[in-house]
Every structure is written in structure tokens, then in C-alpha cells.
């Protein structure tokens, strides 16, 4: 999952979720404890009872649903390319349909909207400023919000243009421009100092990992 299909820790955890509510249910519907489970005992209609399940007991969605079967047509493909005699085994379990979900169409903020959101924040007050700051980073840098909680000082070059160096995706290292306009770079400046700060805190006071 990481060397091969480069998949973010969020991904890997959904995966790893989802196959553990998987062996629960063998053990509680089919009474066959994790550590006697083979590929054999995976078929095509115990993921299709493993989905009833899912949706009528645990009342998920149809998208979780998706993606509990997304996990097992991997896992089964993966064990298809390295077992050649499990090949039919895991066409069949690849065979298994997704559900059919409409999915909402979520446009573009427009520039009008953009603004409305930047003059959200009170920027009299120490914390609009740092709100302020922090969505003019988000905004400039297309970065997500789990990435930029552990970006450090170190992180950003002020250099023209700006730049801020962010951990991705299986641990790999992308630079994003912070935007061109001064005022913005120093608030995309003040926004990772902050950060710092704040984790300097947690880690001096709370001993935890923010």
C-alpha cells in the first residue's frame, strides 16, 4: 500500500479498519477465530452477507459500503498477482459490484465567496489574526488541514516565490507556493510560526503528539 500504491496513512487506517470489522464478523456470523481464517472460507457470497450485514446491523451508508468492497477487491487482487492458483478466487470476489452513489457535484468557491470567507475572522483580535493567517495559507497553498498541523519553521522559504515544503502523501515531500502578493507570505509566515509554537507547547507541556 505504501511502496507500491502510494497511499496516504487515511487510506492505509481504511483499510486496516476495514478488514478487521471483516474478520469480527467471520468470528460472530461464521464462528471461524481470525487466526484459523483462510482465503477459502472468503467467498463471493460471504462478502455479499458481509455487506447485508454492514448495511442492515451497522447501518452504513452506501458509501462506506463501496468502500469496504474497494478494500477487498485490493486485498484480493494482491493476493490473485502472488498466488496464481487463488487467480479464480479473487476474480470472483472482484466481481463482487459496487453500490451506485450519486455524488453531489461541490463547485469552486467564486472570488466573492473566497472573500467572504477571508473577512470571516475579527483580525482586531490575536486570534482573528492567527485565523486569518492560517486560512490565507490553506488558501494560497492548496494544502490540507492534517498536513499543515505539522509543518515547522524549517518548512517555508521566503525566497520569490514563496514556498512551503509538506509532507504528503506515503511520506513524500512536495513544495507549494505560497503566493506571490508580500502581505500574503507573511501571513502564510506568521500562520507556520504559530504552528510551532503550538506544537513546542503540546510537546514541553503535554508530552503528546498534537
Not at 48 to 64: G, I, K, P, S
Not at 174 to 189: F, Q
Request: with cysteine; glycine share 4%; net charge positive.
Amino acid at each position: 500500500m505504501v511502496a507500491d500504491r502510494n497511499l496516504s496513512h487515511n487510506t492505509q487506517r481504511n483499510y486496516r479498519d476495514a478488514i478487521r470489522v471483516l474478520l469480527r464478523f467471520m468470528t460472530e456470523r461464521h464462528r471461524i477465530d481470525p487466526a484459523d481464517l483462510t482465503v477459502e472460507h472468503v467467498t463471493a457470497d460471504v462478502v455479499r452477507e458481509f455487506l447485508q450485514y454492514l448495511e442492515q446491523v451497522r447501518r452504513n451508508t452506501a458509501a462506506t459500503l463501496n468502500q469496504r468492497v474497494s478494500v477487498i477487491h485490493s486485498l484480493f487482487r494482491f493476493i490473485g498477482r502472488h498466488i496464481p492458483e487463488l487467480v479464480e478466487r479473487a476474480s470472483q470476489l472482484q466481481a463482487v459490484p459496487l453500490r451506485r452513489v450519486d455524488h453531489p457535484t461541490v463547485p469552486y468557491l467564486e472570488k466573492a465567496e473566497i472573500d467572504a470567507v477571508l473577512a470571516t475572522p475579527d483580525r482586531r483580535r490575536r486570534l482573528g489574526q492567527r485565523d486569518y493567517a492560517l486560512l490565507l495559507f490553506l488558501y494560497n497553498t492548496g494544502a490540507r488541514a492534517g498536513e499543515t498541523a505539522h509543518l515547522t519553521r524549517g518548512a517555508l522559504d521566503l525566497g520569490r516565490p514563496a514556498s512551503v515544503r509538506i509532507l504528503g502523501k506515503a511520506e513524500k515531500c512536495v513544495s507549494a507556493r505560497c503566493g506571490t502578493i508580500p502581505r500574503r507570505s507573511s501571513a502564510s509566515y506568521s500562520a507556520v510560526v504559530w504552528m510551532a509554537q503550538l506544537r513546542r507547547r503540546c510537546f514541553s507541556t503535554c508530552a503528546v503528539n498534537p
